[in-house]
């Protein structure tokens, strides 16, 4: 069973054109959400961490919310570099499958921003 | 915030060998952990490095196979042995502390 999944897998928008990027998770102990930005052949690039539902934070045209059982990454008015993949991931009370206690990553959202 | 870096950045190895991996942090961090990124595929978490003691492994991933190495807070090492092509990925090392973690430019592995 996904305990992160994003949707859509994959999202064209035109320049300009606002929309929100989803991530619902199933874990229990939520420890922090997590967003990232990753682009081709580059490590993940930190956007934000949220803890508890109804908390907001933003970045330029990025704003990240959280409720209790998903989070929604808003884009307002995306620019053509806003185009990359982005990634949600959660921290949890127990590890996945052994305690490791890292992030447990989606899929990711592969956004493109057309001119 | 916290810069991390990798090294190699890529290399093509032989089956039957191993590879190090290094990744070296900026400023000292609380956490480090190692993840495989395999091709067109989301991240997945390999284990977290303890700093003077043995690291912590995710279900799937072993000692034996990837050994690594903390031996203070700014540094931390990961060997995959006994290489085979299923091997071949990005492996990501990331750092900081609870509320922030960042991640390294990746280690691109191909084993022929």
């Known amino acids: 069973e996904d305990q992160v999944t994003q949707s859509p897998e994959a999202l064209r928008l035109q320049e300009g054109e606002s929309s929100s990027l989803n991530c619902s998770y199933t874990v229990s102990g939520l420890r922090g959400l997590f967003w990232y930005r990753q682009d081709p052949g580059k490590g993940p690039e930190f956007l934000f961490t949220l803890y508890s539902a109804g908390e907001e934070k933003e970045k330029e045209r990025l704003k990240a919310t959280l409720t209790k059982k998903e989070s929604f990454l808003h884009i307002t008015a995306p620019k053509p570099e806003d185009s990359a993949t982005y990634l949600c991931a959660v921290h949890h009370r127990f590890g996945l499958g052994g305690g490791a206690d890292g992030l447990t990553f989606g899929k990711g959202t592969h956004l493109i921003i057309q001119p | 915030s916290a810069v991390i870096s990798q090294k190699p950045s890529r290399d093509i190895c032989q089956r039957g060998t191993s590879l190090t991996i290094q990744c070296q942090v900026d400023s000292q961090v609380t956490m480090m952990f190692w993840y495989r990124q395999q091709p067109g595929q989301s991240l997945t978490l390999i284990a977290t490095?303890?700093?003077?003691?043995?690291?912590?492994?995710e279900s799937g991933f072993v000692i034996d196979k990837f050994p690594i190495s903390r031996p203070n807070l700014t540094f931390s090492t990961l060997t995959v042995s006994n290489m085979s092509p299923e091997d071949s990925s990005i492996y990501l090392c990331s750092g900081g502390g609870g509320n922030e973690q960042y991640f390294g430019p990746g280690t691109r592995l191909t084993v022929t």
């Open positions: 490095a303890n700093q003077g003691s043995e690291a912590t492994y």
